[in-house]
């Protein structure tokens, strides 16, 4: 038991809590919606939530508040300002656990108040090009 013990401290006060800290930067998506024909689409609408981890809720916010629907030309604007962020594992050796999970933005894009797309924010690569079926809506 004692060795068992031993063992179980001798662990634990290898192992180490790290703390990180850095800075997530403002970004813009550029999104062009475009309709089975290639056509642009006049009308398409944000709606972004966050998952409740720091700074998702308040980068939603900014952005819904932001955001007009996508003009003429298909184009949306979608911009965030920048926020700190900050985290901790636990490390023992090459062994890690405990990551601290990191907040993500999820857009829908409605036409005509259907959903018309979905995603994470971060999924709309730049510029991104989305096409919707304007026909079924």
Known sequence: MKIIFLFIIFFLSGCATVTWDGGLPGREYEITFHDTDGSPVQGVV???IGNSIWPSEEMAKEINNLSVSSDKNGLMLLKHD?????????QL????????????VTCDFLYNG???????????????????NTNEI
């Open 114 to 132: 259907k959903i018309v797309n979905s995603g994470k924010l971060y999924s709309f690569n730049q510029p991104s090009i989305v096409k919707i």
């Open 93 to 104: 050796g090459p062994w890690e656990w405990g990551h601290s999970k990191s907040g993500e």
């Open 82 to 90: 920048s926020y700190g962020v900050h985290g901790s594992y636990k």
């Open 46 to 48: 944000a709606s972004c």
